[in-house]
């Protein structure tokens, strides 16, 4: 059984990684707002600006339940042309998902993101090790030198960025990953296509809770 880490701990993890930067002490009172959520503008997202549904989805790479659900996200995005998705590197597990949620978000400067996210959720198992995630990373086709570059030039952006993630995901009381926001609807569970589907039906019946607006 894998066991979550508390918010301090995944800041440490985040203060001690050499790809990391400085990260500032967590503000406990800090107010977050659902357009903090929806509109971070360091957050990486798939998907049209003017979709008319937005999903905003908690993931850690050693989640199972994650992996599970992240094919049929990856082919909703595909198959619905009105969908937006924004990612939340949210690592919780293992110091090795800290590892890849920064692997992930350094991929994002040279515009490989879905790339490495894709390659990182295909590894099977629980406690995948840094090793494992930084191999599937060289064989995803990312330059691995200018990920480094991005790495060494943006840690303290993306330890911020996760900073953010980890306040948010607070402020909203989630508990576990994986967690989807569609609309007016927060499930925290795996879900197949068919399922996907459907809430985002239910979510383009509720126009107003979309978080597009």
Not at 46 to 72: E, R
Not at 114 to 133: C, F, R, S, Y
Not at 156 to 179: C, F, Y
Request: negative net charge; charged residues 20%; contains cysteine.
């Amino acid at each position: 059984m894998s066991v979550t880490l508390s918010r301090r701990v995944v800041t440490g993890m985040l203060l001690a990684s050499p790809l990391a930067g400085v990260l500032p002490g967590l503000a406990q009172d800090q107010a977050i707002s659902m357009d903090d959520v929806f509109n971070d503008p360091e957050a990486p997202t798939v998907g049209p600006d003017d979709a008319d549904v937005t999903i905003v989805a908690f993931l850690d790479y050693n989640c199972p339940f994650c992996k599970q659900s992240a094919p049929h996200l990856k082919k909703l995005i595909e198959t619905d042309p009105k969908v937006r998705v924004i990612f939340k590197d949210w690592p919780i597990l293992t110091e090795a998902s800290v590892y890849g949620a920064q692997i992930a978000l350094g991929a994002k400067y040279q515009g490989g993101y879905a790339k490495v996210h894709d390659a990182l959720m295909a590894i099977p198992g629980t406690n995948v090790t840094k090793e494992q995630m930084l191999a599937a990373v060289q064989n995803s086709g990312i330059d691995m030198a200018q990920l480094q570059t991005a790495l060494d030039e943006n840690g303290q952006a993306i330890s911020e960025l996760i900073r953010r993630n980890l306040a948010q995901a607070d402020a909203l009381g989630l508990m576990g990953t994986p967690v989807y926001l569609i609309g007016p609807f927060m499930i925290s569970a795996a879900l197949d296509l068919k399922t996907f589907r459907e809430i985002v039906a239910e979510a383009r019946a509720n126009p107003s809770a979309t978080g597009t607006e």
